[in-house]
């Protein structure tokens, strides 16, 4: 009998958005192995108001499309798969809010704000690119050992950009003593991606590794959260009592 999986896609969705049409092409190309069956429901941001709104999900792609219709439901979504071991995909807006999420829960940056939402903030975690990167393609490359050279299966990539915000170097400082790690940047050393090290599974790219199957191309993330949820899904449940 094959393992059921619920992916939960948290973003307003738009069907004249490219990446949200690739996210489902992707998560059902991951989920073709016989075993598996894997279903994704879209969460509107304004709908989630506290972590049981996506309890339910066995993992979670905060999907682009920022500025969000409630960023606080984003960030609420992705505090719940960071605390909870739940598995996580942020892509391009998604990797935005998994940073400032993190900024602000745990390295003690509460005032931190994402610039396009708030740019009148005195601190952004999120500020503009030098260069917009709507449009564009480049080439990233990943630290040895990481989770997202593992899904890869290298240590380099060619991908697709669709922004214009991304990573503020003033806080790389502060992630280095933390779990948050940087495992990949572009050639001129820009951050491109974030893992936590402690976390089965929690990766955020301001690329979008989605938008590979709008040419018929796998997406090796996309199998990455797929799998992990399905080591979540049969990983026994803790007994009684058990923390």
């Known amino acids: 009998m094959p393992?059921?999986?619920?992916?939960?896609?948290?973003?307003?969705?738009?069907?004249?958005?490219p990446a949200h049409v690739s996210i489902p092409l992707a998560l059902a190309q991951a989920g073709l192995e016989p075993e598996l069956l894997v279903k994704w429901q879209w969460v509107p941001t304004h709908f989630i108001h506290s972590a049981d709104d996506v309890a339910q999900y066995d993992a979670i792609w905060c999907a682009p499309g920022s500025p969000y219709r409630s960023a606080k439901g984003a960030l609420t979504a992705i505090r719940h798969a960071r605390e909870?071991?739940?598995?996580?995909?942020?892509?391009?807006?998604?990797?935005?809010h998994a940073v400032l999420e993190y900024a602000q829960n745990v390295l003690?940056?509460?005032?931190?704000?994402?610039a396009e939402s708030n740019p009148g903030a005195e601190f952004h975690a999120i500020t503009p690119l030098g260069c917009s990167l709507v449009g564009q393609t480049g080439d990233?490359?990943?630290?040895?050992?990481?989770?997202i050279a593992a899904a890869y299966g290298a240590r380099e990539s060619h991908e697709a950009y669709h922004c214009n915000y991304g990573f503020?170097?003033?806080?790389?400082?502060a992630l280095e003593e933390s779990d948050m790690q940087v495992t990949a940047r572009d050639a001129?050393?820009?951050?491109?991606?974030?893992?936590?090290?402690?976390?089965?599974?929690?990766?955020?790219?301001?690329?979008?590794?989605e938008r590979a199957l709008l040419y018929s191309l796998p997406c090796p993330l996309a199998e990455g959260l797929v799998r992990a949820a399905a080591i979540g899904a049969r990983a026994p449940a803790p007994a009684s009592g058990t923390p």
Request: hydrophobic share 45%; glycine share 14%; proline share 6%.
């Open 3 to 17: 393992l059921n999986l619920l992916i939960g896609i948290v973003g307003d969705q738009n069907a004249a958005t």
């Open 84 to 96: 909870s071991g739940t598995p996580f995909l942020g892509t391009c807006g998604g990797f935005q």
């Open 108 to 114: 003690g940056l509460a005032e931190a704000a994402h």
């Open 140 to 147: 990233v490359f990943f630290t040895e050992g990481s989770r």
């Open 168 to 173: 503020n170097p003033a806080i790389e400082a």
């Open 188 to 209: 001129a050393g820009a951050v491109r991606a974030v893992e936590l090290r402690s976390h089965p599974f929690f990766i955020g790219t301001l690329f979008q590794p």
